[in-house]
């Protein structure tokens, strides 16, 4: 049986992943750094902003932008997310940020806006963080993964070792 067969979409597969992606996590990530998480098995994304003391800025389903540790980023949807990392915006093996985008994220905490999946969602948020315009159309991940290359110059995501 080829190996593709094997590993793609499979259990198996995904803890390949998992491991292949812990040998070359990150341990220390930039303030304004983009994060995303997986959720439903990997089925969608969730992103948001890091602002530095194991803080990130993201907004919630529920329309309020807040501040969370990345385990709570990470166990969402009552518990349910199955999402094991955390992958940040880097650049050659090192992560990238700037401090006008963790800036851009810390003014927007605490307020409420109403959320739509596909209106005004986590990535249109995480978007205006990195351009300050928070009215995009950057609303499925891949749109925003272009944005922040063209502004932090990333080219890899990878995950974030926060537990160590």
């Not at 198996?12 to 070359?24: C, H, P």
């Not at 341990?27 to 194991?54: A, P, T, W």
């Not at 990130?56 to 009552?78: K, M, T, Y």
Request: with cysteine; charged share 20%; aromatic share 10%.
């Amino acid at each position: 049986m080829p190996s593709s067969l094997i590993l793609g979409g499979s259990i198996l597969g995904a803890a390949t992943k998992y491991l292949v992606d812990n040998l070359r996590a990150v341990k220390e990530v930039k303030r304004g750094s983009i994060i995303y998480c997986g959720l439903m098995n990997n089925q969608f994304e969730h992103s948001g902003v890091y602002i530095g003391d194991n803080k990130i800025v993201h907004l919630d389903g529920s329309g309020l932008i807040e501040v969370v540790s990345p385990e709570i980023f990470l166990n969402r949807l009552g518990g349910l997310n199955m999402a094991l990392s955390i992958y940040v915006s880097c650049k050659d093996g090192q992560s990238v940020g700037s401090e006008k985008v963790a800036q851009r994220a810390k003014e927007k905490i605490g307020k409420k806006v109403e959320y739509s999946v596909i209106s005004n969602n986590c990535h249109m948020f995480s978007s205006g963080c990195l351009t300050g315009n928070f009215e995009n159309n950057d609303w499925p991940f891949w749109l925003l993964k272009n944005t922040a290359s063209s502004i932090l110059g990333c080219n890899e995501w990878r995950v974030w070792d926060f537990r160590n």
